[in-house]
């Protein structure tokens, strides 16, 4: 049997979900979402309001996964015969978008719209795909009338677009001060940083909270974490809003999440 490389298309995006176990047992499911098939294509889904009881709703949600060859020509000219398939490069985007996301009854908190992207451009040989993040968003937050102000800065990761080159510029002064000092090796393989730079609130702050890097405590609401990214060696995943709920409600939510990365298979 002959073994030829092919591309492995990944990528998914989510709008929400998550599980609250406490006052009730509600599985926030959601009604939509995109996943790439291995040979790539196109995955959208558009979602209009949800509500679960008066703890979690949204107003609107959209998801999209892409994964195509980039080159059209030279697409056609492999479906020929003309070309092998590993000479093409294979490009993914996925994207994940919230309009209106409540959670909580007392404190009760709102954000307006959350963004989350990632573009990938297969490897050549190294074995790593090229993971960029595209346009993200987490505006309009607010927790009972208190606004609280998050600045994102993703370029970072925008010159360290593969784990390799992440790991070498870790060792770099002028990296870890340009990212704001939030890289953090979790594991050998996966790390976890953030695109947050900074987290204030406009006006007075809510009483008793918070802030530490890109989390927020909340008393009687839980931890907020904004824009998470877990950075492996052959995928990235950014989630713009992540939830570890207590007193007033207790479980776990997360919203706008997108992962995306791909690879070359040895297969018939």
Same mark, same amino acid.
């Given at each position: 049997?002959?073994?030829?490389?092919r591309?492995?298309?990944r990528?998914?995006?989510?709008? &929400?979900g998550g599980?609250l +176990?406490r006052p009730?047992?509600i599985v926030?499911?959601?009604?939509?979402? /995109?996943a790439?098939p291995v040979?790539?294509?196109r995955?959208v889904?558009t979602?209009?309001r949800t509500? =679960?009881d008066?703890? &979690?709703q949204? $107003? /609107?949600a959209?998801? =999209?996964?892409?994964?195509l060859?980039? @080159?059209r020509?030279?697409f056609l000219?492999?479906?020929? *015969?003309?070309?092998e398939?590993?000479? #093409?490069?294979?490009?993914?985007?996925?994207?994940?978008?919230v309009?209106?996301?409540?959670v909580?009854?007392k404190?009760?908190?709102t954000?307006?719209?959350?963004?989350?992207? #990632? *573009?990938?451009?297969?490897p050549?040989?190294s074995?790593?795909?090229? +993971?960029?993040i595209?346009?993200?968003?987490v505006?309009?937050v @607010?927790?009972?009338?208190?606004?609280?102000?998050v $600045?994102?800065?993703?370029s970072?990761f925008q010159?360290? @677009?593969?784990h390799?080159? #992440?790991?070498?510029?870790? @060792?770099?002064?002028?990296?870890?001060? $340009?990212s704001n000092?939030h890289?953090?090796q979790? /594991?050998?393989?996966?790390?976890?940083t953030t695109?947050?730079?900074s987290?204030?609130?406009?006006?007075?702050?809510f009483?008793g909270?918070?802030? $530490?890097h890109?989390?927020?405590?909340?008393?009687d609401?839980?931890r907020v974490?904004?824009?998470?990214?877990?950075?492996?060696?052959?995928s990235r995943?950014?989630t713009m809003?992540?939830m570890?709920?207590?007193s007033? /409600?207790g479980?776990?939510?997360?919203g706008?999440d997108?992962q995306?990365?791909?690879g070359?298979?040895?297969?018939?």
């Amino acid at each position: 049997m002959n073994l030829r490389r092919r591309f492995v298309f990944r990528g998914c995006a989510s709008a &929400f979900g998550g599980h609250l +176990i406490r006052p009730k047992d509600i599985v926030l499911e959601s009604p939509g979402a /995109s996943a790439l098939p291995v040979t790539g294509g196109r995955s959208v889904s558009t979602l209009s309001r949800t509500r =679960f009881d008066e703890f &979690f709703q949204i $107003e /609107s949600a959209s998801t =999209f996964a892409e994964g195509l060859f980039e @080159d059209r020509h030279r697409f056609l000219d492999f479906t020929n *015969h003309k070309v092998e398939e590993d000479t #093409l490069a294979a490009v993914t985007h996925v994207r994940a978008e919230v309009a209106g996301l409540v959670v909580g009854r007392k404190p009760r908190m709102t954000v307006k719209h959350l963004r989350s992207e #990632l *573009h990938a451009r297969s490897p050549l040989q190294s074995g790593q795909p090229s +993971i960029k993040i595209g346009n993200v968003a987490v505006d309009g937050v @607010d927790i009972d009338g208190y606004k609280l102000v998050v $600045e994102l800065n993703t370029s970072p990761f925008q010159k360290c @677009d593969t784990h390799a080159k #992440l790991l070498v510029a870790a @060792d770099d002064p002028k990296f870890v001060e $340009e990212s704001n000092g939030h890289y953090i090796q979790a /594991s050998y393989d996966t790390v976890y940083t953030t695109i947050v730079k900074s987290i204030r609130w406009d006006g007075k702050p809510f009483p008793g909270s918070q802030i $530490e890097h890109n989390k927020v405590t909340l008393p009687d609401f839980g931890r907020v974490y904004f824009g998470e990214l877990l950075i492996s060696h052959d995928s990235r995943r950014l989630t713009m809003i992540r939830m570890a709920l207590g007193s007033d /409600s207790g479980g776990s939510a997360s919203g706008a999440d997108a992962q995306d990365n791909g690879g070359w298979s040895w297969v018939p």
